[in-house]
């Protein structure tokens, strides 16, 4: 399956990362000692249509199949992970569905031992949030053989595995990125000192990185310093502080997770800073979004209605099992679409993002009452 790589100019996640709460099982068969799952069932199969008034009975609509879904994520604790797994836990309950999330705690070995248990207690699908492929190649191969599909969402993964997953409706991050760096170098001065927070063991993060230290350097200013921290708000702040303290000029902070937002705005306002140093960052979620609303230093968010990937997803499963229609490699150009978040427009209070849930899924759910029986 080919798949086009992110321009060169145009990212969410511990150690195999990154981004609701449900009630937690235990996937039978599954080794992933400490991986926590949720299962949501869904309600009787619907019955068929009544007679019209005129007493012909009408045309019953195609049934969509019972089926369960294996989410295998890979951190629940990320908010925009948890916004991307509710997107599509709520799209597949809409449609009949029990899907069954593990997360694996940024564990690989947690991720392979829920992908062979999905196998073994053959699930119809297997969903990947934020999982990179080339932490789970024999687990991916297995499902394969299995004929099993396999479709990776939420965060960017390497592409050279591609060939190994059904489909990939991730987001991309050098697009994810670019409205950010132009905010960046719109509200920063040429000649400024700015840092970079990576995260580079996932795609995602790598992406994020480098398509900010280009725009940066692009726009006259300085990278002064782009380590690497830990998924933990400690680290994060630790390696802000570091820098400040090298750089007592800096003028920006851009943490490439929105894990690192806090730890970076912390270490700020430690050094009594806030208003020399500004923030970009990713995610006007649960996490950042009241801390946007509280930090005037926090600039620009970078952020999409990602959230589509949910229904997107259980819609192009709907066509491959009623429809026998082949899944779509790739979730098309123009479907996301990617923003940046500022003080003048900080999503209400209480919501993850620009879009909700609800307002992308409803249009999927319109189609699908009129195309197919549902519960």
Same mark, same amino acid.
């Given at each position: 399956? %080919? @798949? ?7 990212? @969410? ?32 199969? +619907? ?11 009408? *045309?019953?609509?195609?049934?969509? +199949? !019972?089926?369960?879904?294996? &989410? ?10 948890? @916004? ?21 705690? *940024?564990?690989?070995?947690?991720? %392979?031992?829920?992908?062979?248990? #999905? ?16 932490? $789970? ?6 499902? !394969? ?54 995260? %580079? ?37 630790? !390696? ?23 730890? /970076?705005? #912390?270490?700020?306002? *430690? ?18 979004? +009241?801390?946007? @609303? ?7 968010? /970078?952020?999409?209605?990602? $959230? ?7 819609? /192009? ?11 779509? #490699? ?7 679409? &990617?923003? $940046?978040?500022?003080?003048? %427009?900080?999503?209400? /209070?209480?919501?993850?993002? +620009? ?15 009129? !195309?197919?029986?549902?519960?």
């Amino acid at each position: 399956m %080919n @798949r086009q790589r992110p321009g060169a100019t145009t990212l @969410r996640r511990s150690a195999l990362l990154l981004g609701v709460g449900v009630t937690a099982i235990t996937l039978a068969a599954c080794g992933s000692s400490g991986g926590s799952s949720s299962s949501s069932s869904a309600s009787s199969a +619907p019955a068929s249509d009544s007679a019209s008034a005129s007493g012909s009975s009408a *045309a019953a609509l195609p049934a969509i +199949p !019972k089926k369960k879904i294996a &989410y295998v994520e890979i951190f629940l604790q990320a908010p925009i992970e948890a @916004r991307i797994n509710a997107s599509f836990t709520t799209a597949a309950q809409a449609v009949g569905w029990e899907v069954t999330t593990t997360d694996v705690a *940024a564990d690989p070995q947690k991720a %392979n031992d829920a992908i062979n248990s #999905a196998i073994l207690q053959k699930y119809d699908a297997i969903v990947l949030g934020s999982v990179e492929p080339s932490l $789970v190649q024999e687990s991916l191969k297995k499902a !394969k053989d299995a004929n099993i599909p396999v479709i990776a969402i939420a965060g960017e993964s390497r592409h050279d595995l591609d060939g190994l997953l059904s489909a990939v409706y991730t987001e991309n991050d050098t697009k994810l990125s670019e409205p950010l760096g132009a905010e960046l170098c719109s509200k920063v001065k040429p000649g400024s000192e700015v840092a970079i927070i990576r995260f %580079n063991l996932f795609f995602s993060g790598q992406v994020r990185g480098d398509t900010m230290k280009a725009a940066a350097e692009k726009c006259g200013l300085k990278v002064v310093a782009d380590p690497e921290a830990e998924q933990t708000l400690a680290d994060s702040q630790a !390696k802000t502080s570091a820098i400040i303290n090298q750089y007592p000029n800096l003028a920006a902070v851009i943490p490439v997770y929105d894990t690192f937002t806090a730890g /970076a705005v #912390a270490a700020i306002k *430690a050094a009594n800073k806030a208003d020399q140093i500004s923030v970009y960052s990713y995610y006007a979620d649960a996490i950042n979004n +009241p801390l946007m @609303r509280d930090n005037k230093n926090i600039v620009a968010l /970078a952020d999409c209605d990602c $959230v589509i990937e949910g229904p997107f997803t259980v819609n /192009a499963l709907v066509d491959l099992w009623v429809n026998s229609t082949p899944l779509p #490699a790739t979730i098309p150009d123009g479907t996301i679409t &990617y923003s $940046v978040i500022t003080q003048a %427009n900080i999503p209400p /209070a209480g919501q993850d993002g +620009p879009a909700t849930v609800e307002s992308v899924l409803q249009p999927f759910k319109d189609k699908w009452a009129t !195309k197919f029986t549902l519960p």
